[in-house]
């Protein structure tokens, strides 16, 4: 069997030759099926792109409405005009404003574990050095500019403190932080948890706008934090 295609997208014609007559597949039946070869293999992949676009745009919208103007004014309807888009589009997503609420929950979550991540890394050593130093870190960088995470934060806390369904995926992350603790050799463990209690408590400062303590001052906090509380287990931090 012997297989001629002229140049596409010419007029052009497949011929088949085994010893019978030419059988010919015209130019146009040709692209429709290349069309359908490509529709099939990339539109799933363009459809799901877009819709993760989509997802993400309305819950940076609700965040922005969110430090705008409050949570009290986050609506379905807010949410979709934020975004660009129509409510129908936007409940496509997202059901009910229960489920956008659910959503920015376990976005936040998520926020809380990339940073401490993100902090922990600029440290080098075992991630039982790295914890105390990095949320210190994660605390100066939250200080000079969270992105409005601070009042997202609040927000999320204040107003779904109650509801467990809700506050689940944040409840999980601070589980997973006290294990952690809990894991720690008994001579340090007493001490991590202090000056974790201790971060903690200035990060709450900060979120509830009542952080009236002077740079310098916090300063020497982390020093004392990291020289009596861990006895400056803490590693050497890495090139940023």
């Known amino acids: 069997m012997r297989v001629k295609i002229t140049p596409f997208p010419t007029a052009c014609d497949l011929y088949l030759v085994a010893g019978r007559p030419r059988y010919p597949i015209h130019s146009t039946a040709l692209q429709w099926l290349l069309l359908w070869i490509f529709l099939c293999a990339f539109l799933p992949q363009m459809a799901s792109d877009k819709a993760?676009?989509?997802?993400?745009?309305?819950?940076?919208?609700?965040?922005?409405?969110?430090?705008?103007?409050?949570?009290?004014?986050?609506t379905m309807e807010r949410a979709a005009t934020k975004a660009g888009i129509s409510k129908g589009a936007c409940m496509y997503h997202f059901k009910s404003k229960r489920a956008l609420q659910a959503a920015l929950v376990e976005e936040y979550a998520a926020h809380l574990s990339s940073e401490l991540a993100r902090h922990e890394a600029l440290f080098d050593g075992p991630p039982e050095e790295t914890l105390v130093p990095g949320f210190i870190e994660w605390f100066r960088s939250f200080?000079?500019?969270?992105?409005?995470?601070?009042?997202?934060?609040?927000a999320i806390h204040s107003h779904f403190a109650h509801d467990e369904e809700l506050m689940r995926p944040v409840r999980l992350w601070y589980e997973r932080l006290h294990a952690r603790i809990a894991a720690l050799p008994e001579d340090v463990r007493t001490p991590a948890l202090v000056a974790i209690m201790a971060i903690e408590g200035f990060f709450y400062s900060h979120k509830f706008e009542v952080d009236l303590v002077s740079p310098k001052l916090k300063i020497q906090a982390w020093h004392f934090i990291l020289e009596n509380l861990v006895h400056n287990h803490a590693a050497a931090q890495t090139e940023h």
């Open 52 to 74: 993760i676009k989509t997802r993400q745009s309305i819950l940076d919208a609700a965040k922005a409405i969110i430090i705008e103007e409050g949570i009290g004014a986050l």
């Open 143 to 154: 200080d000079h500019d969270n992105h409005g995470w601070s009042t997202v934060g609040l």
